[in-house]
């Protein structure tokens, strides 16, 4: 399994970003997909997630209302739409895969650095 994620750069507060997560080796519709960050010394979080078959998403309260996870799974791809970014939102970008019913993300992208600038 290799998850490859894309999209990120600087873009000033207040701009739009899409994150891609291509992955390959996995049937995406067996596996719930997230987006993680971790910014400089701090803890990776959650950012948001998107059920295995599609039917819920879930978002950490920061970023509700502003960004929104996507998949389609016939080109085993998940995409973050991040708009009216903030400074605060600064940090490397992660996608994971979890197996449905798993406990926990099992599969990592390499990460992809999202910079906002005031």
């Known amino acids: 399994v290799q998850l490859q994620a894309s999209g990120g750069g600087l873009v000033q507060t207040g701009g739009s970003l899409r994150l891609s997560c291509t992955a390959s080796g996995l049937t995406l519709s067996r596996y719930t997909m997230g987006w993680f960050r971790q910014a400089p010394g701090k803890d990776r979080e959650f950012v948001a997630s998107s059920g295995w078959n599609g039917g819920w998403t879930s978002y950490r309260d920061s970023v509700k209302n502003r960004f929104t996870i996507s998949r389609d799974n016939a080109t085993t791809t998940v995409y973050l739409q991040m708009n009216s970014l903030k400074p605060e939102d600064t940090a490397v970008y992660f996608c994971?895969?979890?197996?449905?019913?798993?406990?926990?993300?099992?599969?990592w992208g390499q990460g992809t650095q999202v910079t906002v600038s005031s």
């Open positions: 994971g895969a979890k197996r449905a019913f798993a406990a926990d993300y099992g599969f």
